[in-house]
């Protein structure tokens, strides 16, 4: 493994771009910004835009402008090319992609944008249609001939658009509320909820398809519509360009690249094949969160062996346009045959029976492929891995349990948990038998938090004054953790060679530098330096990170000055006002702000005059 390729896809495609930058003609030394300026730069970029649009009189972009602008502000507006410049960057092929989205409201029948229309229409009748299917032989049972004879027209009526296009579903429409709008009643002496999940079913395809035909009936108007549609997404996918443009020149005079240019420079070094091959195995983790153009990078790279790790009901960057389609779409050809091997790990050995029966009777209806693009119960349902027993060798019965706490803030709600959690384990302490027959203890139990925030922290001081005798062991970590980043400043200030000291300092609060920073600083230490040399270096660069490591440097030096001719408690009491510590130390819940109060005064004590060195 040490001469592996590891790293996040952003790490390797900085390393690719670094390593053949000519092939692309930019420079070598560019570097990352962090997202905060790239928005600064891309506002800039976008103002540069429109004013040029209002100076040329753009008609369409003024129309569009006054379509999307609400009281002369343009925040509307700005936020919609964004969108639409971010689906861009994560195509590969983004001039390819820019086309095919302006020829789609050319298209007749209204291209890509009906055919989404018409798949979401297909979507919800399937699922209404499945409803009815399922509870239809009990209707018919129970003699709710009524509701059994509207559902089984509903039925047919719905069956009839599984294929349709957009206009399919368009003539299909008016008879479909025609037959939901048939009248239906309840039997009185019914003993299952099936006649009510009759009723509220039908009620909710009835007025989405009643709202449909509201829509979309007028085909004249919806002509009419679409074209300026077309024209509006003509004129965005215009200032995508125009933006880009501007965006990119600003960018290359400053030697600077978002993390989207790395995937877009990547891609095109790849994109001829020159790498294919190169590496004998790949390996893809969390492979889940891949968006389109990262895909493209990691297939360009794929040789005979490869294997991808993921777990799509884990998908969680969405919001950066992460596709889980691309992992359902390969997991679909792999399970084909068609290009390799699909393994499936749904069987769960960690839980008892009931939680997941919980879980999946929740995931099941919530997690489909209309709400989050994964059918939960054909792609996800867990499997019992391993059936846990009692002592007496029987199946574990109970069920899960789900409490909801309703209380004014979060104290009273930590509070109103410990009492609950407290007559839980009371209930079980002294009362239920391990499997050799002992009774359990406090040692047996533990409680499962989220987090070991500050919250959490209050809850366990209301547990033990409930007489529950906690291990707070994992808190340790933060006890004296206010204490330990002032010690890593002073450590910083007496000797800024020490490594790890002086990259704690610059994660800290102190510091307020995040671990991508950090290594893209660590990349500038010159052969035979040590990372001080590498922030030094990094400070003599006119960037974003350059300048903010600078003021740093100079922060430094502030306080190094101070130090020269002030003690260590008087020169601590400054660094606690100077950056408002306590309160900062209060918020994360590493203890009061009197804890770090307590800390400079116990040095104070020990010695008014102490310099840093003896310190």
Same mark, same amino acid.
């Given at each position: ?244 443009? @501007?965006?990119?020149? +600003? ?9 989207? =240019? #790395?995937?877009?420079? $990547? &891609? *095109? ?109 054909? @792609?996800?349902?867990? +499997? ?9 060798? =029987? #199946?574990?019965?109970? $069920? &899960? *349990? ?214």
């Amino acid at each position: 493994l040490s001469s592996a390729s590891i790293g996040t896809i952003h790490s390797f495609c900085r390393s690719l771009i670094k390593s053949n930058f000519e092939r692309l003609g930019v420079s070598p030394a560019f570097d990352i910004i962090a997202e905060d300026m790239e928005a600064k730069y891309k506002s800039e970029a976008m103002d540069e835009v429109f004013s040029r649009c209002y100076k040329e009189g753009d008609v369409t972009f003024m129309r569009l402008a006054d379509a999307l602008t609400s009281s002369r502000k343009e925040d509307y507006l700005r936020d919609v090319v964004n969108t639409v410049y971010e689906l861009v960057e994560i195509q590969p092929d983004r001039q390819g992609f820019m086309r095919r989205l302006k020829e789609n409201y050319l298209a007749p029948d209204f291209g890509a944008y009906g055919e989404a229309l018409a798949a979401g229409a297909r979507r919800r009748a399937e699922r209404w249609r499945s409803v009815l299917e399922d509870i239809l032989p009990v209707l018919v049972s129970e003699g709710q001939k009524s509701y059994a004879a509207k559902s089984e027209a509903v039925i047919e009526a719905l069956r009839g658009i599984r294929a349709a296009d957009f206009s399919g579903v368009c003539r299909a429409v008016g008879g479909i509320v025609e037959t939901l709008s048939m009248s239906a009643s309840k039997k009185r002496d019914s003993v299952s909820d099936e006649a009510e999940t009759a009723r509220v079913t039908l009620a909710a395809a009835r007025t989405y398809f009643k709202n449909w035909a509201a829509t979309f009936a007028d085909r004249e108007f919806l002509t009419k519509a679409h074209l300026q549609n077309a024209e509006f997404v003509g004129k965005l996918v215009d200032l995508v360009e125009m933006l880009d443009e @501007e965006f990119s020149a +600003a960018k290359r005079a400053d030697d600077v690249m978002t993390y989207s =240019d #790395l995937e877009y420079f $990547a &891609a *095109e070094l790849v994109r001829n094949g020159d790498f294919r091959g190169r590496y004998s195995v790949v390996f893809v983790d969390e492979y889940q969160d891949v968006n389109p153009v990262q895909e493209f990078i990691i297939d360009s790279l794929l040789p005979d062996e490869a294997f991808m790790v993921g777990d799509v009901k884990q998908s969680i960057y969405a919001f950066r346009l992460a596709d889980p389609e691309i992992f359902l779409g390969r997991k679909r050809r792999y399970e084909s045959g068609k290009e390799g091997k699909a393994l499936e790990f749904n069987a769960n050995f960690r839980s008892v029976r009931p939680v997941l029966q919980l879980v999946n009777s929740v995931f099941d209806v919530a997690m489909t492929a209309e709400t989050s693009g994964m059918d939960y119960l054909s @792609e996800g349902h867990f +499997a019992i891995g391993d059936e846990k027993k009692d002592v007496n060798g =029987d #199946l574990l019965s109970g $069920a &899960a *349990e789900v409490h909801l706490f309703s209380a004014p803030d979060e104290q009273a709600r930590a509070y109103a948990k410990a009492v609950f959690i407290a007559e839980k384990l009371k209930q079980i302490v002294g009362k239920v038998t391990k499997e050799n027959g002992a009774p359990i203890s406090y040692d047996d139990c533990v409680i499962l938090m989220r987090s070991r925030s500050a919250p959490v922290k209050r809850m366990a001081r209301y547990l033990a004054a409930e007489g529950v005798p906690l291990d707070t062991s994992i808190f340790a970590d933060d006890d004296d953790r206010a204490e330990r980043e002032l010690v890593r400043f002073l450590t910083v200030l007496d000797n800024p060679r020490e490594d790890i000291p002086l990259a704690g300092f610059m994660l800290s609060w102190f510091g307020g530098f995040g671990e991508e920073e950090l290594v893209l600083i660590a990349d500038k230490r010159p052969k035979g330096g040590d990372f001080y040399d590498a922030v030094l270096a990094a400070a003599q660069e006119d960037s974003a990170l350059g300048k903010k490591t600078a003021r740093m440097l100079d922060m430094l030096a502030s306080y190094r000055l101070k130090a020269s001719f002030k003690s260590v408690p008087d020169l601590l009491q400054g660094i606690v006002s100077d950056f408002s510590y306590d309160a900062y130390v209060q918020a994360m819940g590493w203890g009061g702000a009197e804890r770090v109060s307590a800390f400079v005064a116990e040095e104070t004590g020990k010695d008014p005059y102490m310099g840093i060195g003896r310190f």
